[in-house]
């Protein structure tokens, strides 16, 4: 389970509320958005980013179905569908795909944020995962 501080809280307490947010750097010449969140832009290295606001769509980039996890508290989840999905604004993201069954799973399938709630080792804590996304939205 992932533990805050005070780099990553503003991440987290946005999670809770429904949101999930992103690092975009303001450097001249780059602008991109990045995940997971560090305090540099991984691209050019400018220290110049700041949190904003993601939309929560995505697209299935690519998946595994684990069947066996013997590590808490993913055992008690198997099977359950690993992912890395691409956001609307660009970054690739690992994540979990819920609600959604094994056959239905495409390269390219549009996505949604969803958050888990669970208790973290600092107290509860909601994680983002991805479901599929309605029709016509």
């Known amino acids: 389970m992932p533990e805050t501080d005070a780099f990553t809280g503003p991440y987290w307490d946005a999670a809770a509320e ?12 780059c602008g991109r958005a990045h995940h997971y969140p560090r305090e540099f832009c991984p691209y050019c290295w400018s ?34 569908t690993a992912a890395v999905v691409e956001l609307a ?11 959604c069954a094994e056959r239905d ?19 509860p804590i909601a994680v983002p995962v991805f479901r599929p996304r309605a029709a016509g939205e």
């Open 89 to 99: 604004e660009g970054p690739r993201v690992m994540t979990e795909i819920v609600d």
């Open 47 to 80: 220290e110049d980013t700041v949190w904003e606001p993601a939309g929560g769509r995505a697209t299935l980039y690519t998946w595994s179905v684990v069947h066996l996890n013997d590590l808490p508290p993913f055992a008690a989840r198997v099977p359950y």
């Open 18 to 29: 429904g949101r999930l947010l992103l690092r975009r750097c303001r450097a001249e010449g």
């Open 105 to 123: 799973l495409a390269i390219g399938l549009p996505l949604e944020v969803a958050f888990r709630h669970e208790d973290g080792p600092s107290g």
